[in-house]
């Protein structure tokens, strides 16, 4: 298994600004996944982090947007840009095991945008 | 992409009674996962089951890959049971980008 943290734990904004939500593994991996959950909604992956390389974005979500880095193998930061209140969500980072593809995923960061 | 569905999407129980739920995927899979999202938004990993039957505790899960299907069994249901259930899929080994499922949201009744 894996033991993921996540800062902050929640946030209130204003719209037009920008919050980054730290995510730190307590192992190193490669890939790191940042999730999105809208209210009342399913997960959707945003992005996939990779150590060295440019984070790989889903349709739909853009770098300017929610630009992602990945200094080391066991820490990511998302940054939700010019917030507006439609990022209100709880944003959630996972990875997979060390000896299987089970994920594991973070507390999440709820976030409210005013 | 594959689609994930479960029902049903709400279900309202009284402590001790079973549960039965279910997770139909459009395409086949290699990972499969059950998770319970407690009212604190935490998802806590349930079951890797891509194929076959596993159980732990109050909790069993099978799945039926060549059906495209996934059923998770709840039994003598505690309050602590209740939140949103998602099953989440990935189509090969190595792709781990999870699609997760429409999720059902289970309400037990002290």
């Known amino acids: 298994s894996a033991v993921i943290s996540q800062k902050p734990s929640r946030d209130i904004c204003q719209r037009g600004t920008s919050l980054t939500i730290q995510c730190q593994v307590d192992?190193?991996?490669?890939?790191m996944f940042w999730y999105r959950q809208q209210p009342g909604q399913s997960l959707t992956l945003i992005a996939t982090?990779?150590?060295?390389?440019?984070?790989?974005?889903e349709s739909g979500f853009v770098i300017d947007k929610f630009p992602i880095s990945r200094p080391n193998l066991t820490f990511s930061t998302l940054t939700v840009s010019n917030m507006s209140p439609e990022d209100s969500s709880i944003y959630l980072c996972?990875?997979?095991?060390?000896?299987?593809?089970?994920?594991?995923f973070g507390p999440g960061t709820r976030l409210t945008v005013t | 992409g594959i689609q994930v569905e479960q029902s049903p999407p709400d279900l309202i129980l009284q402590e001790g009674a079973n549960s039965t739920l279910r997770c139909n995927f459009s395409?086949?899979?290699?990972?499969l996962q059950w998770f319970h999202q407690n009212p604190w938004g935490q998802l806590i990993n349930l079951f890797y089951?891509?194929?076959g039957t596993k159980q732990n505790g109050r909790l069993s899960a099978t799945t039926v890959a060549t059906e495209r299907y996934s059923l998770l069994y709840i039994s003598s249901s505690q309050t602590t049971d209740s939140g949103v259930y998602f099953c989440?899929?990935?189509?090969?080994?190595?792709?781990?980008?999870?699609?997760f499922g429409t999720g059902t949201r289970l309400t037990i009744i002290p």
């Open positions: 996972s990875v997979h095991g060390t000896t299987s593809y089970e994920q594991y």
């Open positions: 192992s190193q991996v490669t890939m």
């Open positions: 982090a990779n150590q060295g390389s440019e984070a790989t974005y």
């Open positions: 395409d086949s899979v290699n990972n």
């Open positions: 089951i891509p194929s």
């Open positions: 989440a899929v990935a189509p090969n080994f190595g792709n781990e980008k999870l699609t």
